[in-house]
Protein backbone atom coordinates (compact mmCIF):
# COMPACT_ATOMS: atom_id res chain seq x y z
CA UNK A 1 0.00 0.00 0.00
CA UNK A 2 1.31 3.06 -1.28
CA UNK A 3 1.41 7.05 0.24
CA UNK A 4 -1.76 6.59 2.64
CA UNK A 5 -2.40 9.52 5.02
CA UNK A 6 -4.90 8.94 7.26
CA UNK A 7 -4.61 12.14 9.06
CA UNK A 8 -7.07 13.76 6.84
CA UNK A 9 -9.61 11.11 6.88
CA UNK A 10 -9.10 11.10 11.12
CA UNK A 11 -9.09 15.16 11.43
CA UNK A 12 -12.00 15.85 9.38
CA UNK A 13 -14.25 13.01 10.28
CA UNK A 14 -13.51 14.71 14.33
CA UNK A 15 -14.14 18.15 13.07
CA UNK A 16 -17.55 17.41 11.10
CA UNK A 17 -18.51 15.37 14.61
CA UNK A 18 -17.71 18.83 16.17
CA UNK A 19 -14.56 17.29 18.02
CA UNK A 20 -12.82 19.91 20.53
CA UNK A 21 -9.46 21.56 19.45
CA UNK A 22 -7.66 19.15 21.95
CA UNK A 23 -9.68 16.33 20.39
CA UNK A 24 -8.77 17.17 16.94
CA UNK A 25 -4.97 17.23 18.36
CA UNK A 26 -5.03 14.05 19.38
CA UNK A 27 -6.34 12.72 16.48
CA UNK A 28 -3.36 14.31 14.81
CA UNK A 29 -0.69 13.30 17.21
CA UNK A 30 -2.59 9.50 16.77
CA UNK A 31 -1.33 9.35 13.50
CA UNK A 32 1.72 11.06 12.97
CA UNK A 33 4.11 8.95 13.56
CA UNK A 34 4.47 6.95 10.43
CA UNK A 35 4.90 10.00 8.33
CA UNK A 36 7.53 10.24 5.96
CA UNK A 37 9.34 12.97 4.39
CA UNK A 38 8.78 13.72 1.01
CA UNK A 39 11.19 12.54 -1.76
CA UNK A 40 13.13 15.43 -3.64
CA UNK A 41 10.76 17.50 -5.97
CA UNK A 42 12.10 18.20 -9.93
CA UNK A 43 10.16 20.53 -11.34
CA UNK A 44 11.23 18.41 -14.58
CA UNK A 45 9.53 16.04 -14.11
CA UNK A 46 6.67 17.87 -13.31
CA UNK A 47 6.98 19.53 -16.71
CA UNK A 48 7.34 16.03 -18.42
CA UNK A 49 4.00 14.83 -16.85
CA UNK A 50 2.11 17.53 -19.17
CA UNK A 51 2.60 15.20 -21.91
CA UNK A 52 0.51 12.27 -21.83
CA UNK A 53 2.91 9.72 -23.49
CA UNK A 54 5.13 10.31 -20.73
CA UNK A 55 2.54 10.66 -18.07
CA UNK A 56 2.06 7.19 -17.67
CA UNK A 57 5.71 5.97 -17.94
CA UNK A 58 5.74 7.36 -14.06
CA UNK A 59 2.33 6.04 -12.90
CA UNK A 60 2.60 3.04 -10.49
CA UNK A 61 5.74 4.16 -9.04
CA UNK A 62 5.43 6.02 -5.15
CA UNK A 63 8.67 7.76 -5.65
CA UNK A 64 7.30 9.98 -7.66
CA UNK A 65 4.22 10.78 -5.35
CA UNK A 66 5.26 14.29 -4.43
CA UNK A 67 6.02 15.00 -8.38
CA UNK A 68 2.23 13.77 -9.10
CA UNK A 69 0.95 15.51 -6.12
CA UNK A 70 2.34 19.17 -7.43
CA UNK A 71 1.45 18.46 -10.48
CA UNK A 72 -2.37 17.91 -9.75
CA UNK A 73 -1.68 21.24 -8.02
CA UNK A 74 -1.33 23.25 -10.41
CA UNK A 75 -3.95 21.66 -12.86
CA UNK A 76 -6.26 22.48 -10.64
CA UNK A 77 -5.26 25.82 -10.19
CA UNK A 78 -5.08 26.43 -14.17
CA UNK A 79 -8.33 24.16 -14.58
CA UNK A 80 -10.43 24.10 -11.47
CA UNK A 81 -11.09 21.06 -9.34
CA UNK A 82 -13.88 19.76 -11.27
CA UNK A 83 -12.04 19.95 -15.05
CA UNK A 84 -9.57 17.89 -13.68
CA UNK A 85 -11.59 15.64 -12.41
CA UNK A 86 -13.30 15.24 -15.38
CA UNK A 87 -9.95 15.09 -17.59
CA UNK A 88 -8.26 12.68 -15.66
CA UNK A 89 -11.23 10.45 -14.05
CA UNK A 90 -13.80 10.64 -16.84
CA UNK A 91 -12.73 11.28 -19.64
CA UNK A 92 -13.16 7.59 -20.99
CA UNK A 93 -10.05 7.55 -22.54
CA UNK A 94 -7.01 5.78 -22.21
CA UNK A 95 -5.49 7.69 -19.44
CA UNK A 96 -8.49 8.23 -17.65
CA UNK A 97 -9.23 5.01 -17.26
CA UNK A 98 -6.44 3.74 -16.20
CA UNK A 99 -6.49 6.58 -13.46
CA UNK A 100 -9.96 5.40 -12.40
CA UNK A 101 -9.02 1.64 -11.59
CA UNK A 102 -5.74 2.73 -9.71
CA UNK A 103 -8.54 4.87 -7.70
CA UNK A 104 -9.65 2.06 -6.18
CA UNK A 105 -6.31 0.06 -5.57
CA UNK A 106 -5.19 0.43 -1.46
CA UNK A 107 -8.26 -1.02 -0.77
CA UNK A 108 -9.73 1.74 -1.91
CA UNK A 109 -7.77 4.75 0.29
CA UNK A 110 -7.37 7.00 -3.02
CA UNK A 111 -11.47 7.29 -3.48
CA UNK A 112 -11.66 7.52 -0.14
CA UNK A 113 -9.24 11.04 0.21
CA UNK A 114 -11.32 11.98 -3.09
CA UNK A 115 -14.59 11.35 -1.11
CA UNK A 116 -13.65 13.27 1.81
CA UNK A 117 -11.95 16.29 -0.49
CA UNK A 118 -15.04 16.93 -2.51
CA UNK A 119 -17.13 17.43 0.71
CA UNK A 120 -15.24 19.72 2.54
CA UNK A 121 -14.30 21.34 -0.78
CA UNK A 122 -10.40 20.65 -0.69
CA UNK A 123 -8.87 21.06 -3.67
CA UNK A 124 -5.76 20.40 -2.10
CA UNK A 125 -6.95 16.95 -0.58
CA UNK A 126 -8.09 16.46 -4.06
CA UNK A 127 -4.59 16.95 -5.46
CA UNK A 128 -3.18 14.65 -3.01
CA UNK A 129 -6.27 11.83 -3.70
CA UNK A 130 -5.71 11.92 -7.42
CA UNK A 131 -1.42 11.94 -6.38
CA UNK A 132 -2.41 8.95 -4.67
CA UNK A 133 -4.32 6.83 -7.07
CA UNK A 134 -1.16 7.69 -9.79
CA UNK A 135 1.40 5.78 -7.78
CA UNK A 136 -1.13 3.20 -6.77
CA UNK A 137 -1.08 -0.10 -9.09
CA UNK A 138 -3.63 -0.49 -11.53
CA UNK A 139 -4.34 -4.29 -11.33
CA UNK A 140 -8.08 -3.49 -10.77
CA UNK A 141 -8.59 -2.55 -14.28
CA UNK A 142 -9.06 -5.85 -15.83
CA UNK A 143 -11.90 -6.36 -13.72
CA UNK A 144 -13.71 -3.24 -13.81
CA UNK A 145 -12.96 -3.20 -17.67
CA UNK A 146 -13.86 -6.90 -18.20
CA UNK A 147 -17.27 -6.21 -15.98
CA UNK A 148 -18.23 -3.32 -18.66
CA UNK A 149 -17.91 -5.40 -21.40
CA UNK A 150 -19.70 -8.19 -20.13
CA UNK A 151 -22.54 -6.13 -19.09
CA UNK A 152 -22.70 -4.25 -22.13
CA UNK A 153 -22.98 -7.76 -24.09
CA UNK A 154 -25.87 -8.62 -22.11
CA UNK A 155 -27.75 -5.31 -22.29
CA UNK A 156 -31.11 -5.91 -23.02
CA UNK A 157 -31.54 -9.38 -22.57
CA UNK A 158 -34.61 -9.88 -20.24
CA UNK A 159 -33.11 -11.04 -17.31
CA UNK A 160 -34.48 -10.84 -13.30
CA UNK A 161 -32.19 -7.73 -11.73
CA UNK A 162 -30.35 -9.01 -8.66
CA UNK A 163 -29.12 -7.22 -5.50
CA UNK A 164 -25.81 -7.01 -4.65
CA UNK A 165 -26.73 -9.18 -1.20
CA UNK A 166 -28.45 -11.94 -3.78
CA UNK A 167 -24.77 -11.66 -5.62
CA UNK A 168 -22.81 -12.30 -2.65
CA UNK A 169 -24.49 -15.20 -1.60
CA UNK A 170 -23.87 -16.89 -4.84
CA UNK A 171 -20.33 -16.35 -4.90
CA UNK A 172 -19.78 -17.74 -1.76
CA UNK A 173 -22.21 -20.45 -2.92
CA UNK A 174 -19.71 -21.10 -6.04
CA UNK A 175 -17.22 -23.71 -5.26
CA UNK A 176 -14.47 -22.27 -7.44
CA UNK A 177 -15.08 -18.82 -6.28
CA UNK A 178 -15.15 -19.30 -2.53
CA UNK A 179 -12.34 -20.88 -2.19
CA UNK A 180 -10.20 -19.29 -4.60
CA UNK A 181 -8.32 -17.25 -2.59
CA UNK A 182 -5.79 -18.71 -0.44
CA UNK A 183 -4.70 -18.42 2.92
CA UNK A 184 -1.04 -18.01 2.00
CA UNK A 185 -1.92 -14.93 -0.96
CA UNK A 186 -0.52 -12.50 0.14
CA UNK A 187 -3.08 -10.42 -1.65
CA UNK A 188 -6.75 -12.39 -1.40
CA UNK A 189 -7.57 -10.40 -4.17
CA UNK A 190 -4.78 -10.13 -6.69
CA UNK A 191 -3.32 -13.40 -5.92
CA UNK A 192 -6.53 -15.41 -5.27
CA UNK A 193 -9.29 -14.29 -7.03
CA UNK A 194 -8.42 -12.60 -10.03
CA UNK A 195 -5.59 -15.26 -10.40
CA UNK A 196 -8.02 -18.79 -9.87
CA UNK A 197 -11.49 -17.34 -10.72
CA UNK A 198 -11.46 -13.98 -12.88
CA UNK A 199 -13.93 -15.28 -15.54
CA UNK A 200 -16.30 -16.49 -12.91
CA UNK A 201 -15.81 -13.52 -10.84
CA UNK A 202 -16.75 -10.93 -13.78
CA UNK A 203 -19.33 -13.40 -15.35
CA UNK A 204 -21.17 -12.82 -11.62
CA UNK A 205 -20.11 -9.31 -10.83
CA UNK A 206 -21.06 -7.55 -14.14
CA UNK A 207 -24.79 -9.13 -13.85
CA UNK A 208 -24.62 -6.09 -11.31
CA UNK A 209 -26.43 -3.13 -13.54
CA UNK A 210 -27.87 0.37 -12.68
CA UNK A 211 -29.75 2.81 -14.62
CA UNK A 212 -29.99 6.45 -14.53
CA UNK A 213 -33.14 6.74 -12.69
CA UNK A 214 -31.78 3.78 -9.99
CA UNK A 215 -28.65 5.87 -8.68
CA UNK A 216 -30.37 6.80 -5.12
CA UNK A 217 -31.61 3.31 -4.72
CA UNK A 218 -28.20 1.68 -5.78
CA UNK A 219 -26.44 3.66 -3.09
CA UNK A 220 -28.62 2.88 -0.35
CA UNK A 221 -28.15 -0.84 -1.37
CA UNK A 222 -24.27 0.22 -1.40
CA UNK A 223 -24.66 0.70 2.13
CA UNK A 224 -27.29 -1.63 3.40
CA UNK A 225 -24.77 -4.37 1.43
CA UNK A 226 -21.90 -3.11 3.81
CA UNK A 227 -24.06 -3.08 6.58
CA UNK A 228 -24.82 -6.52 6.46
CA UNK A 229 -21.14 -7.45 7.50
CA UNK A 230 -20.41 -6.76 10.92
CA UNK A 231 -17.03 -7.43 11.05
CA UNK A 232 -16.21 -4.98 8.31
CA UNK A 233 -18.61 -2.64 9.01
CA UNK A 234 -17.01 0.68 9.84
CA UNK A 235 -14.64 0.52 6.85
CA UNK A 236 -17.14 -0.43 4.41
CA UNK A 237 -19.55 2.18 5.40
CA UNK A 238 -16.90 4.59 5.26
CA UNK A 239 -16.38 4.12 1.77
CA UNK A 240 -20.05 3.99 0.95
CA UNK A 241 -20.46 7.20 2.68
CA UNK A 242 -17.51 8.61 0.96
CA UNK A 243 -18.60 7.48 -2.57
CA UNK A 244 -21.76 9.28 -1.61
CA UNK A 245 -19.70 12.59 -1.96
CA UNK A 246 -17.69 11.95 -5.25
CA UNK A 247 -21.31 10.98 -6.45
CA UNK A 248 -23.74 13.91 -5.98
CA UNK A 249 -21.26 16.96 -4.81
CA UNK A 250 -18.93 16.84 -7.86
CA UNK A 251 -20.64 19.82 -9.27
CA UNK A 252 -21.53 19.91 -12.33
CA UNK A 253 -20.21 16.78 -13.07
CA UNK A 254 -20.06 13.56 -12.86
CA UNK A 255 -22.74 12.93 -15.52
CA UNK A 256 -25.57 10.55 -14.27
CA UNK A 257 -23.58 7.44 -16.60
CA UNK A 258 -20.06 8.62 -14.80
CA UNK A 259 -21.99 8.44 -11.44
CA UNK A 260 -22.72 4.99 -12.62
CA UNK A 261 -19.70 3.90 -13.69
CA UNK A 262 -18.06 4.93 -10.18
CA UNK A 263 -21.47 3.39 -8.36
CA UNK A 264 -20.53 0.25 -10.12
CA UNK A 265 -16.92 0.08 -9.61
CA UNK A 266 -17.59 0.72 -5.70
CA UNK A 267 -19.84 -2.27 -5.81
CA UNK A 268 -17.77 -4.55 -7.62
CA UNK A 269 -14.91 -3.66 -5.12
CA UNK A 270 -16.98 -4.49 -2.75
CA UNK A 271 -18.36 -7.58 -3.90
CA UNK A 272 -14.27 -8.49 -3.59
CA UNK A 273 -14.19 -7.50 0.04
CA UNK A 274 -17.25 -8.86 1.26
CA UNK A 275 -16.45 -12.24 -0.68
CA UNK A 276 -13.86 -12.55 1.54
CA UNK A 277 -15.89 -11.97 5.00
CA UNK A 278 -17.82 -14.84 6.93
CA UNK A 279 -21.82 -14.77 5.71
CA UNK A 280 -23.77 -11.88 7.21
CA UNK A 281 -24.30 -12.61 11.35
CA UNK A 282 -27.79 -13.16 12.15
CA UNK A 283 -28.23 -10.41 13.92
CA UNK A 284 -27.75 -8.48 10.82
CA UNK A 285 -31.25 -7.65 9.91
CA UNK A 286 -32.67 -7.22 13.34
CA UNK A 287 -34.79 -4.26 13.21
CA UNK A 288 -34.00 -3.07 17.42
CA UNK A 289 -30.69 -1.51 18.03
CA UNK A 290 -28.45 -3.55 19.34
CA UNK A 291 -26.50 -0.64 21.05
CA UNK A 292 -27.28 2.52 23.04
CA UNK A 293 -25.94 5.91 22.02
CA UNK A 294 -24.30 5.57 25.81
CA UNK A 295 -21.54 2.75 24.26
CA UNK A 296 -20.71 4.95 21.47
CA UNK A 297 -19.70 7.77 23.78
CA UNK A 298 -17.62 5.52 26.45
CA UNK A 299 -16.28 3.03 23.96
CA UNK A 300 -15.19 5.38 20.63
CA UNK A 301 -14.92 8.55 22.24
CA UNK A 302 -17.65 10.07 20.01
CA UNK A 303 -20.15 12.68 21.71
CA UNK A 304 -23.07 12.36 19.94
CA UNK A 305 -24.83 14.70 21.31
CA UNK A 306 -22.76 17.20 19.27
CA UNK A 307 -23.84 15.47 16.16
CA UNK A 308 -26.82 18.16 15.68
CA UNK A 309 -24.78 20.84 15.18
CA UNK A 310 -24.98 23.21 12.12
CA UNK A 311 -21.57 22.05 10.69
CA UNK A 312 -22.62 18.49 10.77
CA UNK A 313 -23.66 16.45 7.85
CA UNK A 314 -26.91 14.40 7.94
CA UNK A 315 -24.99 11.90 6.98
CA UNK A 316 -22.17 11.65 9.53
CA UNK A 317 -24.86 11.14 12.25
CA UNK A 318 -26.42 8.38 10.17
CA UNK A 319 -22.77 7.02 9.94
CA UNK A 320 -22.57 7.17 13.40
CA UNK A 321 -25.62 5.66 14.31
CA UNK A 322 -24.96 3.09 11.26
CA UNK A 323 -22.06 1.83 12.75
CA UNK A 324 -23.35 0.83 16.64
CA UNK A 325 -26.99 -0.91 14.38
CA UNK A 326 -28.96 2.29 15.23
CA UNK A 327 -31.88 3.16 12.57
CA UNK A 328 -31.99 6.35 11.45
CA UNK A 329 -35.12 7.27 13.71
CA UNK A 330 -33.27 6.45 16.77
CA UNK A 331 -33.80 9.32 19.24
CA UNK A 332 -30.82 9.80 21.70
CA UNK A 333 -33.13 10.02 24.75
CA UNK A 334 -33.97 6.03 23.75
Given at each position: ??????????????????????????????????????????????????????????????????????????????KSWQNVLDEYLFANDDRANDMLSRLYAGFLHPIIHLGFGIEFQQPAIMAEALAQAAVHDSWMA?????????????????????????????????????????????????????????????????????????????????????????????????????????????????????????????????????????????????????????????????????????????????????????????????
Amino acid sequence: MHCQNHIAHHLLTLFALNASPAEIQQGYDTNVSYQRPPEPLKDSIVDDMHKPERFKTYLGNEKYYHDFLVFFQKEINAKSWQNVLDEYLFANDDRANDMLSRLYAGFLHPIIHLGFGIEFQQPAIMAEALAQAAVHDSWMAPLFLGCEKAAEANRGKDKPKKTIVQLLQEAKNDAKLSKAAHFEDGNKIREGILKRAPDEMIALASQYTIEEDELEEKTAEMINAAGSHALALPYLILQADQHTSVLHQHSPTPTPRHQIRLLLHALRQLQFLLLRLPLPHPLANRKAPLTRMESLERHHHVHIARLSGPPVRRSHKLLAQAALGLGPGYQEGE
